[in-house]
């Protein structure tokens, strides 16, 4: 076996990925020993389902789809952030919101244009033709999921016997309940390059900042006066994801790290993640960006990600043991 990723951290996608790995390759055993096993299976209860409310207006459906579905209600309709990875998933979480998302659904917010994050656009559009947003790298990008077919059904455990599978680390779970579709994809409607977009919806003041990290044309949404930071992917309570073994462009650390400081300048008191429960609080919001941001320059510590077969990734990947403490004790 060539590719190896040994992992120490109680909670992240990484230690997913070992589990899935080790499962899938080895299915001994040997494999299912593990020893984050027991930790992933208690990290399942990130992914319950719940509508969290955020603060006045804002809303986040958790649990509902691989990705979260975030509801921000105007005077004249309602906005959404980010959609689920189907319609099936999509209805339960609209379902969920319930009387919450009251009027027309205004307009739709891709973060980035990862599947799970804009398969189910159809079911909250409905017949309310709403303007869809992104970053115009969205659109005009070549494709970035080179080995989906073959190595993402690995990284998220598609294929695994349910006896052997826990979660997929950010996830409950991608692709084993409902098989990977686009069907519920809308393409977007209006988009914006350069740094940011500030605009106006259904009374909202938002700001779409373009923040690369998991992805090229990943953005964040902020709203100034709610002072409520949605920074997509680039951020989630897990060590990011920086080069997926389904075969994804390198994601390079020093963009990435760049976009978590423009977003912890922000001052946000809450920050609601396009996966897992939201962190609320301004010093826990600060905290949360700033140690996923330094704690991971490389060479420091246990954190390893092996040789992933991923040109210009360090064979060696560190962080401090303390990265792994402060997520836990969040948690
Ligand atoms: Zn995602």
Known sequence: MSTMIVVNLPVQS????????????????????????EKLRAHSNEFRQEVIRVTDGV????????????????????????????????????????????????????????????????????????????HQLLVEGAPD??????DGGDQFGMRLPDALYINAGIQLQYGRVTPPTREGYVPPTRTFSGDQL?????????????????????IA????DKRVLMPGDDFYRAFPNLSPIRGTRLRPPEVWIASLDK?????????????????????????????????????????????????GLPSTVGAPEAIGADLEKRH
């Open 221 to 224: 949404v902020w709203l100034p």
């Open 59 to 134: 809303y986040v459906a958790v649990g509902y789809s691989a990705s979260n579905v975030i509801l921000i209600q105007g005077d004249s309709g309602s906005i959404i952030v980010d959609t689920g990875s189907n319609p099936q998933e999509a209805r339960e979480a609209r379902a969920a919101f319930g009387n919450l998302l009251g009027g027309p659904v205004r307009a739709i917010i891709y973060t980035h244009g990862h599947p799970d994050h804009t398969g189910g656009a159809t079911v909250f559009a409905g017949n309310d033709n709403p303007d869809i947003y992104s």
């Open 14 to 37: 990484a230690a997913a990925l070992a589990v899935v790995m080790l499962a899938t390759l080895c299915g001994t055993a040997a494999g299912q020993a593990f020893a984050g096993r």
């Open 198 to 218: 500030s605009l106006t919806l259904a009374g909202v003041r938002l700001q779409l900042l373009h923040t690369p990290g998991e992805t090229r044309e990943n």
């Open 145 to 150: 999921i080179v080995r989906g077919r073959r």
């Open 263 to 311: 977003m912890r300048d922000l001052g946000a008191e809450s920050l609601v993640p396009g996966h897992m429960r939201p962190v609320m609080g301004a010093d826990s919001a600060r905290t949360a960006l700033a140690e996923i941001a330094h704690k991971r320059s490389v060479g420091e510590g246990p954190l390893l990600f092996g040789d992933a077969g991923t040109p």
